[in-house]
């Protein structure tokens, strides 16, 4: 596969798109007055990664995340236009000029994109015109918490089990996510992108078993999810940036109660043996994620980094390089 053929079949939780068959973005004549007399990508915010594999031919991938698209039609209910007024305000209305110049960058500075989830807010019949004006013929998005939520808190149920809401708006989604949410693959030059749905912090048993499924090949493996798998360091920081009363560190100590997604995980079955397992799969080089809305980096295992990119409604992206 040429580094900058489109890649058939992307991937389930997370898109592998690429950036040859990216749409034309705005970059020459673009209104700049917000940014006078500096350069266009200085609106972005980009880090950069690079994860060592031993390949012969290297490649980059822009890891965006948590876009939280929040259109709403003229026809479309009041619940929704109720929605699109507030969700707009609280995420600054500049979402879609994000994601815009977050593809721009891509497809001069990079090779591929990889999108971990929210990439709308909630469902709407605008927002769903928005993913398929971005990832057009053949892209995939990414499924996140949002993607599987009618209406946010405006009508979700409490006590619902994770896989039971998913399944009341799946088959919708799938007619515009044209692809597996549950577990699918992608080999890119030699690398095994695994994503995975775990919208909720938590895996099945089913997904578990395709993954290795996936690692029997025996390639290395970049896998991509929604919601990060918590190391004592990642508690840490989502604790202090969702919480703005909490004070300077006293102690090194993990609370693991004030994270409930920490908890998920590490109480659910399924999902505390699936990671203990990735913990020990040499095979596993990186994961990519998103959710948390801001951008952070920590070893998971011997020899896979996880990497946490920030919101891209607030410009945030990442290149990584592989070699």
């Given amino acids: 596969m040429k ?31 917000a940014f006078a007399k500096r350069g266009f990508w200085e609106r972005l915010s980009i880090a950069f990664g690079t994860v ?7 490649f980059s991938v822009l890891h ?26 609280g995420f600054g209305g500049r979402q879609e000029e994000a994601l815009r110049d977050s593809l721009a960058w891509a497809k001069r500075h990079c090779d591929y994109v990889v999108h971990t989830g929210d990439l709308i807010d909630w469902q709407s019949e605008a927002n769903f015109a928005l993913v398929k004006k971005y990832f057009g013929e053949g892209l995939t998005g990414c499924l996140g918490n949002h ?30 996510f044209p692809f597996d949410v549950s577990v699918q693959s992608t080999v890119v030059n030699g690398v095994n992108f695994v994503t995975m749905d775990d919208a909720y912090a938590t895996v099945t048993p089913a997904q578990g078993a395709r993954f290795a499924a996936e690692a029997k090949k025996g390639l290395p493996i970049v896998l991509c999810l929604h919601v990060p798998l918590f190391t004592d360091g990642l508690v840490r920081a989502q604790t202090h940036f ?4 909490r004070p300077k560190f006293r102690s090194a100590a993990v609370v693991h109660g004030e994270v409930p997604e920490c908890m998920r995980q590490r109480s ?5 043996d699936f990671i203990a397992y990735l913990k020990e799969e040499p095979l596993l080089k990186a994961i990519l994620a998103g959710h948390l809305h801001f951008t952070a980096e920590e070893r998971f295992s011997p020899t896979a980094m996880q990497y946490v990119v920030g919101g891209n409604f607030m410009f945030h992206g990442r290149e990584v390089l592989f070699v």
């Fill in 242 to 245: 969702w919480n703005w009363r």
């Fill in 3 to 33: 580094r900058r053929e489109f890649i058939a079949g992307a991937l389930g939780m997370g898109a592998v798109v690429a950036t040859s068959r990216l749409p034309a973005a705005g970059v020459e004549g673009e209104d700049l007055s």
């Fill in 268 to 272: 659910d079955p399924t999902t505390r």
């Fill in 147 to 176: 993607e599987f939520s009618p209406d946010m808190w405006l009508s979700e149920p409490k006590e619902t089990p994770a896989e039971s809401y998913k399944d009341l708006t799946r088959a919708r989604l799938a007619e515009v």
């Fill in 64 to 89: 965006i995340s948590d876009t939280h698209l929040t259109a709403a039609g003229e026809d479309e209910d009041l619940k929704k236009q109720a929605l699109c007024c507030k969700r707009t305000r």
């Fill in 52 to 58: 060592e594999i031993g390949l012969e031919k290297p």
